[in-house]
């Protein structure tokens, strides 16, 4: 669809437009590479970490970190179809269910969790710069932190500079990014197995972390306590790729096939991730022979390399984290951003925009501390997300039965309007998704000001992403049953 179709008022630009046949140029290799690359990733790594630091063995980490992203594939397959099949991106999809006003409310939901993304990620690589030249520089730089930011001068800098590094591909568009993740994706399996090489020389083995037992077993400091772990645990795993999983036709437009994107998605997501994670676990258990203590940190264990080593793999770690966050944190908000007001905001507007809360959003302060990383921002937008994929995938599923009038989901006064562009039952449905959810949160986030919320609330927290999706897909099918056979089934406008 190059040209406008008739009849489509505020809600359709050349960025939102279904895919054409020349532009669906991905094979089912693009989306392996492109999982790849968003897997090969600092935070990805992390998270074993904060499993052992749960109290888990290697064993369980990895097993966890495997089981959730072959949990998180379901919905990313589900959800992914309609992007093919119908060349549309997230935000056009989301109006099937929410309205043609009302699929403002998910977009912008999920933007503005991967703004939060975008910033985590460029922080990372501004850490990496930082690193860098502190080595090269022989010592710390950057001097006292600055009053009201938390971090110096040098800090802030090095953030802004690789934060300047990653415009290029905004204005360069899809394109330069799909490159940019299939030439890059072979090199990061090569670099994992030269880290293993170079850990086990250095260390003589691999070290007695993978073979030490989890603190849950009878006589261990958490003897007893492994699901009470494990369920929020596996419920933050869940939500690191929750958002992806909503946005995932931004990329699956650009199938060839429906074979591509699933063939593609199933060899790229789960195994890589658990390989990763069992990586991880590998390389620390040698770090704690090599420097006396776990360094989980690959960039606090790169600047511990000597000579050349140092360069190569700070280097490699910086295009590692450029990759990961355009594909995972940029294109997705910005078709959201651009679905707002398509007729004033473009694709790369939408990115600019990203990329400019990702500051704002000071994102060194949502990594302070694990439980913050974990309980509050990892299972905090899960709880808000699981909610808007349960409506998704009954709306495309149940509802429509993968049937949708395209030209009418550009068109204000069409089938998808509802009353005045809102859909009441997915509104509903995500609203009561959401709900048990926000008194564990409250607590999470705030527990000095919400102290006595029940264990009920909590356990229930705990499950977010579950809870939410679950209940919002039973409301959202118990509301729409018998109401929109004729709808759906309505005459396109001519």
Not at 118 to 132: A, D, E, H, N, V
Not at 313 to 338: M, R, W
Request: proline share 5%.
């Amino acid at each position: 669809m190059s040209t406008e179709p008739s009849g489509s008022t505020q809600l359709w630009n050349e960025d939102l437009a279904p895919t054409t046949a020349a532009q669906r140029t991905w094979r089912w290799y693009h989306f392996s590479a492109l999982w790849v690359g968003m897997v090969m990733c600092i935070p990805a790594y992390t998270l074993s970490a904060s499993l052992i630091e749960g109290g888990m063995s290697g064993y369980q980490a990895v097993l966890t970190v495997f089981l959730a992203n072959a949990i998180v594939l379901l919905p990313m397959l589900l959800i992914g179809h309609a992007g093919t099949k119908y060349g549309i991106p997230y935000a056009v999809l989301a109006r099937a269910s929410f309205g043609t006003s009302g699929a403002r409310l998910p977009a912008l939901m999920r933007a503005i969790v991967a703004c939060g993304w975008y910033g985590i990620q460029t922080w990372f690589g501004g850490s990496m710069i930082y690193t860098l030249l502190g080595v090269m520089a022989g010592g710390d730089i950057g001097g006292d932190k600055i009053a009201g930011l938390g971090i110096n001068g040098g800090q802030l800098l090095c953030f802004l500079a690789f934060w300047a590094i990653q415009f290029y591909y905004i204005v360069h568009g899809m394109d330069a990014i799909r490159k940019l993740e299939t030439y890059t994706a072979p090199l990061k399996i090569v670099i994992c197995f030269v880290l293993l090489a170079w850990v086990h020389n250095k260390a003589g083995g691999f070290g007695d972390l993978l073979s030490a037992p989890s603190q849950f077993v009878e006589g261990g400091r958490k003897a007893g306590q492994f699901w009470s772990v494990f369920w929020p645990s596996l419920t933050a795993m869940v939500g690191f790729w929750a958002t992806l999983a909503l946005n995932i036709p931004d990329f699956t437009r650009f199938a060839r096939t429906q074979r591509d994107q699933v063939i593609g998605q199933t060899v790229g997501l789960p195994v890589p991730m658990g390989l990763l994670a069992a990586l991880a676990v590998i390389v620390t258990s040698a770090t704690v022979v090599l420097y006396g203590k776990a360094i989980w940190d690959p960039v606090d264990l790169s600047s511990r390399m000597t000579g050349v080593a140092v360069l190569v793999a700070l280097l490699i770690l910086l295009i590692d984290t450029v990759s990961v966050n355009l594909a995972a944190n940029l294109v997705g908000p910005a078709y959201d951003f651009s679905a707002l007001a398509p007729k004033r905001i473009s694709y790369k507007t939408g990115g600019y925009i990203t990329a400019g809360i990702a500051i704002l959003m000071m994102p060194w302060k949502i990594l302070e501390s694990t439980q913050g990383y974990i309980f509050t921002w990892l299972i905090g937008y899960s709880a808000l997300l699981g909610p808007i994929a349960g409506v998704l995938i009954v709306d495309y599923y149940f509802v429509r039965k993968t049937e949708l009038n395209v030209s009418e989901l550009y068109r204000e006064d069409g089938q998808y309007s509802y009353g005045k562009g809102w859909n009441i039952a997915a509104l509903v449905a995500f609203v009561i998704g959401v709900l048990p959810n926000i008194p564990g949160f409250m607590n999470a986030a705030f527990p000095a000001s919400f102290p006595h919320v029940s264990e009920t609330f909590k356990t229930i927290y705990t499950y977010a992403w579950f809870v939410g999706i679950a209940i919002s897909a039973v409301v959202y099918g118990v509301m729409m049953k018998g109401k929109t056979v004729s709808a759906v089934r309505a005459p396109a406008h001519p």
